[in-house]
């Protein structure tokens, strides 16, 4: 086992990280920018390096500085967490070649599904069903044309090195098309410095469903079941729940053996997440795969019992997975509060925190990096807590959601605890029938 990791990361995510390391016996070292001086993973490490300025390119993102950070302070492994290096291949390379373990999957698995039309054509090879569409890159308009011949509208534009929600558009009908192309590829030119596209089949109200895996270096891959993500705002994801109130054991099977095949053809090492639509009829389709550790893993650690990050550590220092023993139990469910302002059209609402007072109790989880007196930067992502309950029943973990939302007091910035708290207040959401459309006819003012 590892001695020392560095977290190259920050936020809520990096002292998730160091709970497990602490547990684990592990020491640890966060790097940070100027704009996260005081954030609590810099105080809760045992090291703590300054990489550079807020500017995420030339401190979280800078792989030098990163690697500099763990040669100084003696190193083992680089824990990546999610976004930032995450899923970034040359960096898990050269990782390896500074002798440096990456706890993640190695470069050719993270390139094969980083790419997200390489990695439908992949996963198409090992049987797994995925979203009809066009054959890989659509390289000129004539083709894409041809493309929207062939399938119906309406199509989803896609850029193959997209995330986060951003690079999509959405179009209904020839007319428009070629226009909507032609955007899309400057976008993606502009916003990921790669213009590839491909083209998808638009599937009408699907539910966003998920499954998590985990791979070993001795060929061992299980799934911990699925999480429903159908609750988003533009593509992105707000509420996430496990299991989901639309999959049955038979379907969750058929999920899990389709991820694990997924996962099987790239023999996956780590842990990663399979994302799926599931359509109104019972069928699903491979949208594509996370290569790393998800903002919501935490609602599957509750029901299955397994630490994910502990084992994501385990794996890269070769341990087996074998003895994973899963015994899924209640439900659970996440908001992710962000600093934004829901009336005003989920503004961001950097600032400082001027009073703050978590819930806690049985069954409430939070995951944070802020406390009062914190100043959210303004540099990096909104989020500032996640709240996670787990419960025996849905219905149950509803009501402790609600009551541990109401507990949740921030002053000082906007949040979206409200908007949560009157979602879960919601029949709409207490039914348990919606879709990734959910937000769009939820009038939460
Ligand atoms: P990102 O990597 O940016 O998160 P995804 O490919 O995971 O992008 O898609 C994010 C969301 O966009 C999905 O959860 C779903 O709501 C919507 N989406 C993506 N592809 C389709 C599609 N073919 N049909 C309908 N909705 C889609």
Redesign the pocket.
Known sequence: MFSKILIANRGEIALRIIRSCREMGIKTVAVYSTADEDSLHVRFADEAVCIGPPASRDSYLNIPRVIAAAEITGAEAIHPGYGFLAENASFSEICADSGLKFIGPRPEMISSMGN?SLAKDTVKRANVPT?P?SDGVVETLEDAVAVVTDIPFP??I?ASA???????R?VRDHEGFEKAFMMAKAEAEKSFGNGDLYI?????N?R?IEIQILGDQHGNIVHLGERD??I?RR???LIEESPSPAVDDALRARFGDAAVAAARSINYEGAGTI?F?LDASGHF?F??M?TRVQVEHPVTEQVTGVDIVREQIRIAAGESIADIVLVPNGHSIECRINAEDPEKDFRPSPGTILSWHQPSGFGVRVESHAYQGYTIPSHYDSMIAKLIVHARTRDEAIARMSSALEEFIIEGVKTTIPFQAKVMRSEAFRSGVFD?HFLETFDFR
């Open positions: 997200k979203v569409g199509v989803i896609k997209g995330g986060g929600g951003k690079g999509m959405i998808e089949k638009y599937i009408e699907p966003h993500c159908s988003q593509h992105q994801k994302e639509l389709y949208m594509e996370n990734t």
